[in-house]
C-alpha cells in the first residue's frame, strides 16, 4: 500500500525535529519510539508490529488495542504535511 510506505518515509522528515519526549501520553511516547525504530530499521509502520510490542502494556488496551492503532494511522495527515504537522505543533 502506497500511503504506508508514505507514512513511513515521513519519520525520516521529522528525525530529529519531534522525539518521544515531545509526547505528552507515556503510552504514545512508547509507541513512537517503537514506531520510529522499526522505520530506521527498514520495516513499514504497520499497525501490528506495535500491536506485538505492546501485547503486556494496560495502556495499549485500555486505548483500545489494535483498532486505536489502526484509526491512528487512518486519522494521520498526509505524509507530504509531515514538517507543516509538526511546526504548528511544536512549542515556539
Same mark, same amino acid.
Given at each position: ?7 513511513? =518515509?515521513?519519520i $525520516? ?19 513512537? =519510539? !517503537? ?14 508490529i ?22 491512528? !494511522? ?7 504535511? $509531515?514538517?507543516?504537522? !509538526? ?6
Open positions: 500500500n502506497n500511503r504506508k510506505v508514505d507514512k513511513s =518515509k515521513s $525520516g522528515r521529522i528525525d530529529g525535529i519531534v522525539a518521544a519526549r515531545d509526547f505528552w501520553e507515556p503510552f504514545h511516547q512508547r509507541l513512537f =519510539k !517503537v514506531i520510529a525504530e522499526q522505520i530506521r530499521t527498514g520495516r513499514l509502520a504497520e499497525p501490528t506495535p500491536r506485538d510490542f505492546f501485547a503486556i502494556d494496560p495502556a495499549f488496551h485500555a486505548f483500545g488495542g489494535l483498532r486505536y492503532l489502526a484509526d491512528l !494511522v487512518d486519522r494521520a495527515p498526509p505524509s507530504a504535511n $509531515g514538517r507543516s504537522a !509538526v511546526a504548528f505543533w511544536s512549542p515556539i
